[in-house]
């Protein structure tokens, strides 16, 4: 029999004491698992600890009724609003589709409103704003009053709250979205009419619902989603394939809450991420390494013998310790993996505002874990880079998948730029937002002394370039973690200071690659990122064929090479083989004259291509006398000395890779 009800899952979330709660009891019609603050913790303070989970069901649009189905299910994922709770809000956002933002009308966004909007730029696809609380207002001293005055004086205020919301939203992804005045609870602060002596309706409910159902669509097949169109058995049939298609894929579950139930075994409640499962399949839990075969399964106290993706679930297993597993996930066996280190594709959240650096330390969330991780940025070679309109693209286009899985090949470019182990990555100090790279060789220190070369001044200074480009990140967990492939990343600072009201989401991604840190080897082949180095050199005279110049090391520091005073040769007698003076090195640093013809022979074969400061291209030939001097052969003609002059430039660029064992090889 045909599935006729569609779920769609709604994460509510917003500042602590914003009315989150209040709300989901006014739309609620069925109750599950942590609703409504059942923690006996929460009730005692007030606030919402936990995931808290129930549903309404109404009838289907007509472009759902297309597709097939009948009604439409709203499973309702009440998130906690306190700050210290970042972590339950992080993995509740991950399961949701909609989104449904509520701001307290009396006070407008606050810093965990902002938080959420983050979060929501990350993991939901769309999102609607409640403004509640629209019964109430702010006396004198700022004191919390009923709801004391008439109609178009709320509605004058109401306009007047969504005008400042929807300016804080305009700089997002969420711009223009729906702004819904309600009062989940009218009234007094403490929700009782004191002159009638019981609580009065909820305003605005209707319209939200309204409104939600407006914004509900069909989840495609790899994660998009899109409205039926054509004709109705068209759009049945499709849906069909589409689930069809979906069901064949690896079961996944995400896992919020466990508990036993006497007599019958543990239940797990949770959500379905992906695929499906039937009563009697076995599924494995992959963090504790067992595999359990399904009892049971129910969806709001009602029996189901299959579920699917999107689904809100209860599954019923035997011989299972409740406290063992508390947030988790439960998959079709071997299809989740364990690792300690991965590569994830990521982006700077704008919101953030101190530098993420390269080589720090992070809370980095994958699923509904989070652990430390040591972090690496890297990103494509300068000459691959993107038009700032086309990073601008990509950016959006990501943001506009919610946090959702985007299938090889998929539109507006975000796989054209997937990881590639076959190509060469640059190592960067820290992840770039929208404002670019800047570029590592874009004025060459030999190019800079052109003008200086000819007698003239400097140039003035012009804006510096920037890259444009996809940006990854190299994670290394300080515990092992499970996670399924291409999972949600997010990265923030949980350890800063709760009452500042700076952003703590520094960035967010997505896995691409998963690695074994203990293999030096396959980590180079699979990571090959290498930091950008230089060297210089002058000319000190060109023999009698022209083509044929003897060089020395720069003695003097000049623009922006990395290092300075070193000759542009290598000695592989060396244990740390630095790119040193060629005379203190072999003459000094080997001790051996028996080791000092082999260096040069090493040298002579060297055969590095040197740049000249007007652009002209030699190769390194060997070593001249063992003063530290080299020649180099220029096949156009060598630069000449000019009397009076500063001697001619030359510029040795190379790669280091960072994963390299061997930390003597240079590559150009």
């Known amino acids: 029999m ?69 009604l439409v299910q709203f499973t309702l994922v009440d998130c906690p609003g306190h700050a210290s709770l970042i972590r339950t809000i992080i993995g509740g956002a991950q399961i949701i589709d909609l989104m449904v933002l509520v701001v307290d009308a009396s006070k407008g966004i606050q810093t965990q409103t902002a938080e959420c909007i983050v979060i929501g730029e990350v993991a939901a696809a769309d999102m609607v704003v409640a403004l509640n609380k629209i019964g109430m207002w702010r006396g004198v001293g700022g004191a919390l009053m009923g709801d004391q005055f008439p109609a178009e004086k709320r509605e004058r205020y109401c306009r007047k709250a969504q005008k400042l919301v929807g300016a ?97 075994g543990t239940v797990l409640t949770g959500t379905v991420m992906r695929g499906g499962v039937r009563v009697g399949d076995t599924v494995e839990l992959p963090e504790l390494r067992a595999q359990k075969k399904v009892k049971s399964m129910q969806m709001f106290r009602q029996p189901v013998q299959a579920c699917s993706r999107g689904d809100r679930l209860g599954i019923c297993v035997t011989q299972l310790d409740a406290k063992q597993v508390e947030r988790g996930l439960a998959c079709m066996p071997g299809t989740v993996p364990t690792f300690t280190a991965a590569v994830a594709r990521v982006q700077k959240i704008r919101f953030y505002g101190a530098e993420v650096r390269s080589r720090s330390k992070m809370h980095v969330t994958v699923g509904h874990t989070t652990v430390m991780a040591e972090l690496q940025f890297f990103g494509l070679p300068d000459g691959e880079a993107e038009t700032a309109n086309d990073a601008q693209r990509q950016r959006l286009a990501q943001l506009t998948l919610g ?33 670019g790279r800047p570029l590592c060789w874009a004025a060459p220190a030999a190019a800079q002394h052109c003008a200086q070369q000819q007698g003239g001044s400097e140039p003035a200074d012009a804006p510096a370039a920037a890259h444009q480009g996809q940006q990854w990140a190299y994670l290394r967990f300080s515990q092992p973690v499970t996670a399924p492939e291409e999972s949600l990343v997010i990265g923030s600072k949980l350890d800063a200071d709760l009452h500042t009201s700076s952003c703590r989401l520094a960035f967010h991604g997505r896995l691409c690659r998963l690695l074994d840190p203990s293999d030096q080897t396959e980590l ?6 290498y930091k950008p180095k230089q060297r210089e050199g002058v000319i000190e005279r060109v023999e009698a064929d022209g083509c044929t110049a003897v060089c020395r090391h720069a003695s003097i520091t000049v623009g922006n090479t990395y290092t300075f005073g070193a000759a542009l040769f290598v000695c592989p007698c060396h244990p740390i083989y630095l790119l040193i003076p060629l005379a203190c090195l072999c003459a000094g640093a080997c001790f051996k004259k028996k080791q000092t013809s082999r260096c040069l022979q090493v040298l002579a074969r060297v055969g590095m291509r040197v740049a000249a400061w007007d652009g002209q291209e030699g190769r390194i030939e060997g070593g001249f006398g063992k003063s530290g001097k080299f020649k180099v052969f220029f096949s156009g003609g060598a630069p000449q000395v000019q009397q009076g002059q500063p001697p001619p430039r030359i510029l040795l660029q190379f790669k280091r890779f960072i994963f390299d064992g061997d930390k003597r090889r240079m590559v150009q």
Do not use: W
Not at 423 to 428: A, D, E, S, V
């Open 2 to 70: 045909p599935t006729t009800t569609y779920n769609v899952n709604v994460g509510v979330l917003g500042h602590v004491d914003s009315g989150k709660t209040s709300l989901v009891a006014a739309l609620s019609t069925t109750l599950s698992t942590a609703a409504l603050d059942k923690n006996p913790q929460s009730r005692e303070r007030g606030i919402t600890l936990d995931l808290g989970f129930s549903s309404f069901t109404v009838a289907a649009p007509p472009h759902m009724q297309a597709a097939g189905y009948s």
């Open 168 to 264: 804080t939203l305009a700089a997002t992804k969420f711009a223009g979205c729906p702004i819904v005045p309600v009062a989940a609870r009218p009234g007094t602060p403490d929700s009782a009419d004191a002159s009638q002596g019981g609580q009065a309706a909820p305003l605005g409910v209707q319209q939200l619902v309204d409104t939600l159902l407006e914004r509900v669509q069909l989840r495609a097949e790899g994660g998009g989603s899109s409205r039926g169109s054509g004709g109705q058995s068209g759009a049945a049939a499709a849906q069909q394939q589409q689930q069809q298609q979906q069901q064949q894929q690896p079961f996944l579950f995400y896992i919020d809450h466990c508990f036993a139930i006497k007599g019958q």
């Open 403 to 435: 946090g959702q899985r985007q299938q090889p090949g998929g539109g507006d470019g975000v796989a054209a730029s997937a990881f590639d182990s076959s190509r060469h990555y640059l190592y960067q100090d820290c992840l770039y937002g929208s404002e």
């Open 524 to 529: 180079h082949r699979l990571l090959p990122v």
